[in-house]
Structure formats: structure tokens, C-alpha cells
């Protein structure tokens, strides 16, 4: 099976969207006879060409995206009205969408998520399914084990897709997991990240001391 991906961070290969592709391409090409073609859309602007091109020539096409505050970002709101001009002339493209955030909780991505199986309708394509995940924030900070876990969730999910071609419903849901947090489960979280995100960047600032400084305060 050949599958085509468009990475549609802002931060391109360096970002954690590039990340958790890296591992779900490694799941993928397990299967022999397997092939990946990349594309990061933010080198493509303004005109996605390249973008556009491989949309019309796939066969399954995965595009990959952050959201920043429950908010997809402005270049990819830019590639899905390029493609626009791509509309209903693939019909035989299956249509994929990974959306990872840095909230904790999965949640937040579903309503984008609803957005874009609507895409896919309206650009002709056939919808096989959206990866959620949030808890992405600082996955280069986080705890190893966590990370890990992280990581190993998205190889098996490709592992499965590059064997049947479709997205396994159970390690969907067991990659989202959580898709919300209790009161009692932020009261544990907040205190983590703040130790192994903010509380890191501002060390590695030299900035520690001025974590409760209110520099707008009148």
C-alpha cells in the first residue's frame, strides 16, 4: 500500500507532529510492500502546489496538523481552501487526519475533527477516519515513560492501518485516552506540568524567579 502525508505543522520537521508521524510511518512500513511519500505543507505556501498535486494523485492521503488553543492553524485553514480546487476530481482518494494538541485532554480536538470529516465530503474524497490525541505539549520534557507509551501507540496504529488499511477503532480510542480529565485528575496534572514544561523553560532561561512577576499589572 503507498501512502502519501501532508504535514501540516508550522514547525515542520522539527515539530511534535512530525514526531508521532515518525513512529506511525515506522508502524506502517513493517508491512512489506509498503511506501511513504511526505510533504510538509508549509513549505508549499502560498500556492500548495506540491500539496495539491500529491492530492490528486494519491490513493490514501493522511494530513497531519497541531491545534494551538482548540484552533487549527492559519496555513492549515490555507491548504484546505487550496485544495478546494482539487474537489471531486480524485474520487477514489481515502481521505485520513491526524490532530494532536497540548491540552491534556483529547477532547479538544473532536470538533475539529468534525470539521474535517465534513472536508472530506466536500472535496470529493472518501473518509477513512480521524487519529486524536491531545497531551502533545513538551513530549520532548515529559517524563521518558510517558513519552514512550505515547510514541508506541502511534507505531501500533500504523502497524494496523499498513496491514488493513483502516484505522483500528480500539487503539483509536486507546491512543485518546484521556478524552476528558476529572476535577481530581487536573489537580494532579496541573502541578506535573508545570514542573516538566513551564518549570523547565523558565530554568533553562535563567527566568525561574520571575515565574509570578506581573509585568501588565497597573
Not at 509498503?34 to 500529491?54: A, M, Q, Y
Request: hydrophobic share 35%; aromatic share 10%; proline share 5%.
Amino acid at each position: 500500500m503507498q501512502l502519501s502525508i501532508i504535514n501540516g505543522s508550522p514547525r515542520g520537521a522539527s515539530g511534535n507532529t512530525e514526531k508521532l508521524l515518525s513512529h506511525f510511518i515506522n508502524g506502517f512500513m513493517e508491512t512489506e510492500g509498503n511506501s511513504v511519500e511526505l510533504i510538509h505543507s508549509i513549505g508549499d505556501r502560498p500556492l500548495f502546489e506540491k500539496s495539491k498535486e500529491l492530492f490528486l494523485r494519491s490513493k490514501n492521503l493522511l494530513i497531519a496538523f497541531p491545534l494551538y488553543v482548540d484552533a487549527m492553524p492559519g496555513s492549515v485553514k490555507e491548504l484546505f481552501e487550496a485544495l478546494q480546487e482539487c474537489s471531486y476530481k480524485n474520487p477514489d482518494l481515502s481521505l485520513m487526519f491526524m490532530i494532536q494538541c497540548g491540552f491534556p485532554e483529547t477532547h479538544h480536538t473532536r470538533f475539529v475533527a468534525r470539521y474535517c470529516e465534513k472536508l472530506s465530503s466536500k472535496l470529493g474524497a472518501k473518509f477513512n477516519g480521524t487519529i486524536c490525541k491531545g497531551g502533545c505539549e513538551g513530549l520532548s520534557v515529559q517524563p521518558q515513560a510517558l513519552v514512550e507509551k505515547v510514541f508506541k501507540g502511534f507505531y501500533q496504529l500504523g502497524k494496523s492501518y499498513g496491514q488493513s488499511g483502516k484505522l483500528d477503532k480500539t487503539l483509536l480510542d486507546k491512543l485518546a485516552y484521556p478524552e476528558q480529565l476529572s476535577h481530581e485528575n487536573i489537580k494532579q496534572v496541573i502541578p506535573m506540568v508545570n514542573s516538566f514544561l513551564w518549570d523547565y523553560l523558565l530554568k533553562k532561561n535563567n527566568a525561574l524567579d520571575k515565574s509570578f512577576d506581573k509585568p501588565y499589572k497597573l
